[in-house]
């Protein structure tokens, strides 16, 4: 995108621009990706934000172009009744990254300080235990070794309620209103309250939070890409030249005949 042509941030973002340049950035993640694999790196990516904010979207461009079995994504379901009785955070823990492995949690330990806390599905007392000893257990993730980015998606009140608007009225996207979603609107000065607490108490050196202005979603999901560019610092990795090998006619017969009678799918376009 040239100079010229760059739209100011208050101007709407064209499809054919937004397109041209996260196709870019993804190249520059699947670089990163053989880096990754190469060097061993260990990296854990948490978005957390509001309900709304559009993290799946921000996500779904992250990986779309990179290989699951190094992004690997990572929603998990509300606890089981044996998961509850655990140590909190060990449901999570048990899908770290090994070496060469990306992941991303999709919601993740801050549960505790948003929706349990705000929902009353955790205690005061286990909240502020939360909050305390959460940011020592990342100063170990990161001390062990494990590159940690905590992500925070921020968005309005006027296009939050304009985004559940739009869930109710389009069958498409009816599946993303869960019954958690419609208190986050009523509650949301509580939710507002819980997100200053979680800052003040776990935005630190080792494991820094950074927020995400998501309004605008493509501009939102590309500054997300760059910024995660910018964190883990990497080189191209060379590859091997790969020459796609003749098919050999050894025992060649006419397998299209063979699939004669089976049963096709209907080619209706």
Not at 129 to 137: D, G, S
């Amino acid at each position: 995108m040239s100079k010229k042509s760059k739209p100011s941030a208050t101007e709407k973002l064209k499809t054919k621009d937004y397109t041209k340049e996260l196709r870019k950035l993804q190249g520059e993640l699947c670089r990163l990706q053989e880096w990754i694999k190469q060097e061993g790196l260990r990296v854990i990516i948490v978005f957390e934000g509001r309900d709304a904010a559009g993290k799946g979207g921000t996500i779904k461009a992250l990986t779309e172009r990179v290989s699951p079995r190094v992004f690997r994504l990572v929603a998990l379901p509300a606890p089981s009744d044996r998961e509850k009785s655990q140590m909190y955070i060990q449901r999570y823990m048990q899908h770290f990254p090994a070496a060469g492995e990306v992941v991303i949690f999709d919601r993740s330990w801050y549960n505790r300080a948003g929706v349990e806390h705000v929902m009353g599905f955790c205690t005061k007392e286990q909240h502020r235990n939360f909050l305390k000893l959460c940011p020592e257990v990342e100063r170990y993730i990161v001390d062990g070794g494990i590159i940690l980015i905590k992500i925070w998606l921020e968005v309005s009140d006027k296009e939050q309620k304009r985004r559940f608007e739009a869930r109710l009225e389009d069958p498409l996207r009816q599946w993303k209103l869960s019954p958690m979603d419609l208190p986050s609107r009523s509650k949301w000065f509580e939710y507002s309250r819980a997100r200053d607490l979680m800052l003040e108490a776990t935005d630190t050196k080792w494991a820094p939070w950074y927020i995400l202005r998501s309004d605008d979603k493509k501009r939102a999901r590309l500054n997300c890409i760059r910024h995660i560019l910018k964190l883990i610092p990497y080189k191209s990795v060379p590859r091997e030249k790969v020459k796609l090998p003749k098919r050999s006619m050894k025992g060649a017969y006419d397998d299209l005949a063979s699939l004669k009678n089976r049963r096709f799918i209907a080619e209706k376009c």
